[in-house]
């Protein structure tokens, strides 16, 4: 089984610039969660999608943080227009419908977005 | 505010020793508990979950909760040094999203 992929591993972008992140989930899994770690932080939570419904976007730093999950498979985390502080590690997580968190998620290995 | 609280390290233990991580929570709802192991540039890998006071084992790994103090702990016996990575607690309270710590660094010496 595949697991939770991320793209790009790296992206290097100027303040102002557009950046997009790409998560594909566990094929089946309808729960995805994108979380990210800022340096010397502790990961945290963006938003929680079921399908391609946004169960939670309560951890959205601002409105220029845009998620979509069109059609319930990958979703795409849009950065713009972005800044020095959105600098650090996204990850994506997933898990089936069925499964809570008391089983944990699968996580990607993450992309690290640096803004210069 | 959640918050969860470990010590950053690094903490460094011989090869062969116990290696004993903390983890304090602030919700009294905290209902699951997690131990994430990462390895540089990789992905969080789920090593242990406890829901109960009281103690878990899985092979070297040994889980403890109390509730009642508010802290869970990983206890890694007999440590290699392919134990070596950042282990992230996260905790759960009653909806889907995670809390975590900021990591202990564990440096296991040959």
């Known amino acids: 089984e595949a697991g939770v992929t991320q793209f790009p591993s790296h992206s290097v972008i100027e303040k102002g610039q557009t950046v997009t992140l790409r998560c594909d989930p566990i094929?089946?899994?309808?729960?995805l969660y994108w979380y990210r770690r800022v340096m010397g932080k502790e990961i945290k939570f963006l938003l929680h999608?079921?399908?391609?419904?946004?169960?939670?976007e309560s951890g959205m730093p601002n409105n220029r943080f845009l998620a979509e999950r069109t059609g319930g498979t990958y979703s795409t985390l849009k950065v713009q227009p972005a800044e020095l502080e959105d600098s650090g590690v996204y990850f994506c997580?997933?898990?089936?419908?069925?499964?809570?968190?008391?089983?944990?998620?699968?996580f990607g290995s993450g992309t690290r977005l640096t803004v210069v | 505010q959640k918050e969860v609280e470990q010590n950053s390290g690094p903490l460094s233990v011989p090869e062969g020793a116990i290696a004993s991580l903390n983890c304090t929570y602030s919700?009294?709802?905290?209902?699951?508990f997690f131990w994430y192991r990462q390895y540089s540039g990789k992905s969080p890998e789920l090593i242990m979950s406890i829901y109960s006071n009281g103690d878990k084992e899985d092979g070297r790994f040994t889980a403890q909760l109390n509730k009642a103090s508010q802290y869970v702990s990983l206890l890694i016996r007999d440590s290699q040094p392919s134990d070596s990575a950042t282990y992230l607690c996260?905790?759960?309270?009653?909806?889907?999203?995670?809390?975590f710590g900021t990591g202990t660094s564990l440096t296991v010496i040959p």
């Open positions: 996260a905790v759960t309270a009653t909806g889907n999203q995670f809390y």
């Open positions: 997580a997933s898990s089936p419908l069925a499964q809570g968190p008391r089983n944990g998620y699968t």
């Open positions: 919700d009294r709802g905290s209902q699951s």
């Open positions: 999608f079921v399908k391609e419904s946004k169960q939670d």
């Open positions: 094929s089946g899994h309808d729960n």
